[in-house]
């Protein structure tokens, strides 16, 4: 805007000095003019005035006497007269020696007045004898009709230019005052134009950088004032729409980045423009590292790519089941569709991704429980009907067989009410529906007390079962039956999985707020692979020696189940055909559930 006040105030001096050169030259011709027309007015009416006076004294035809009367004009007028007769011989003057002076006849002021019918004859030249530029005015002298002679007055206009010269100074300094204080005006003005201009750039230059907070400050009024109100009102809107926008954004932001499922966009280009965090773990990979990279190249582990290509070529949403093998398996729900810009033209793909591993593993296990509960109430109840209706039948006459037959019945129908009670209990503590009676309980007197129940399966098979200390008492808050539960089926499952001759140990450590239970034994082991499901309903290592033993396969879902609810946890090693060792880790308070 420097440049615009600059340019204004130029314009305006250029504008005020053309019209200020033009009104000087205009009134000093003006001027000019009037002053010789006055001055013109002046010699004929001193020619008319002495033309009269030699007419009445009839002095014309005395040249002496015409000489010295006109000899008196000279110093009290400042004015030349010359008296020439008809054949333009100079009679008198004013200022020279007539006989001096050469014949005027063919003078063009002389030639005007007496062979025109103009009322005087006009003349500016320069004179030789008074080396000046002078003025001539000849008026006739008529008597009785006829032209006698002429009266010549003349004026140096060195007069004249002394009083331009004069005027034009005197103009010149009117004149250049007047342009410099139009000028200082102009300025001024234009300041007063682009300084409010300035601001109003200013803002304009910050709102291009973002500065939406920008106002224009300014008391300038009518279209500038308007135009600044019209600034402020723009930067006001920009202001409350970029904030709705940075509102949105960390929306969309948050949003995306609190998302389960898996967002990626895919431009018209085929390169990957945005991916959210979940998209992030699902490729394992961070999003500058995919941001920008052929959508080909990035879904390549989960098949992504023929789907993304079907959708540009095809324009419509596409559903599909896709699978990835590394780092982990996963599978996924992918939903595909199309998104637009401007005239509903296709500007890239949208793809969600759901991470539903772990709703096939649960429905694999649901259809596994369903399998194994159909089949463990299967199994006892086909063994009692079967017995039953042997007996019914009258068949059996043998009182020892019909005794065996009545205790397979009552161990299957034992084992039948086994499999429901655990069964209702594991869905009562998932569900929370039995409440903890917490109490302080020595866990050392508690181990004893349980291990007296399960001596006789321990001696029966030859196990040894080696025991914590009896005097080192280790005391901690919890429910003492659901703890005495827990303690019971640790050790029973390592009696029943170590061969004759095996060893259980159970052992205790604490610190300052927790206390472990370690369960280990020399026996079977458990595969690998099963240490992930081993806490699942009915899930078993070995299926056959687990029913000889009588047990359901819930066990350990209670156990699990009865640990976290004291807010603890349960880790489990083992190593196939060398042993298992359980750790059972509670806290000693349970403040949150008294």
Known sequence: MRRLWLKISLGFFVLILALVVTLWFLLATILQNAYTETTREHLIENAEMVSQIIIATEAIEDGDRVQEWVSNFEHPIEMRFTIINDEGEVLADSENDPDAMDNHKNRPEFEKALNTNDDFGESIRYSETQD???????????????????????????????????????????????????????????????????????????????????????????????????????????????????ENERQLTSIMSNMVSGVMLVNEKGEVELVNSAMERFFSQHAENIVGQPYDKVGEGFGLGELIRQVFEENKKVHDEVHSYYPDERIMDAHLAPYYGQGWRQKGVIIVLHDITEIRRLEKMRSDFVANVSHELKTPVTSVRGFSETLLSGEVKDEDTTRQFLTIIHDESQRLDRLIRDLLNLSKIERQEIPLNIETVDLTELIYETAVTLQGSAEQKQTELILPAEDNAIMLEGDRDRIRQVVLNLIGNGINYTSEGGTVKVDLRENMHEAQLIVSDNGIGIPEESLPRIFERFYRVDKARSRHSGGTGLGLAIVKHLIESHSGRIEIESLEGEGTTITVILPKTQNQRK
């Open 132 to 246: 000046l530029n002078m003025m001539y005015v000849a008026t006739p002298v008529v008597s009785e009709g006829e032209t006698i002679g002429a009266i010549r007055t003349s004026l140096s206009l060195q007069v004249i230019d002394d009083a331009m010269r004069a005027l034009w100074i005197s103009l010149a300094i009117v004149l250049g005052i007047m342009l410099v204080v139009t000028t200082g005006a102009g300025i001024l003005i234009a300041r007063g134009i682009t300084k409010p201009m300035d601001s109003i750039m200013a803002v304009t230059k910050r709102l291009s950088e973002k500065d939406y907070s920008s106002r224009v400050n300014t008391k300038a009024s009518g279209e500038i004032g308007d135009l600044a109100s019209s600034v402020n009102d723009l930067a006001a809107s920009l202001q409350r729409q970029m904030k709705e926008i940075e």
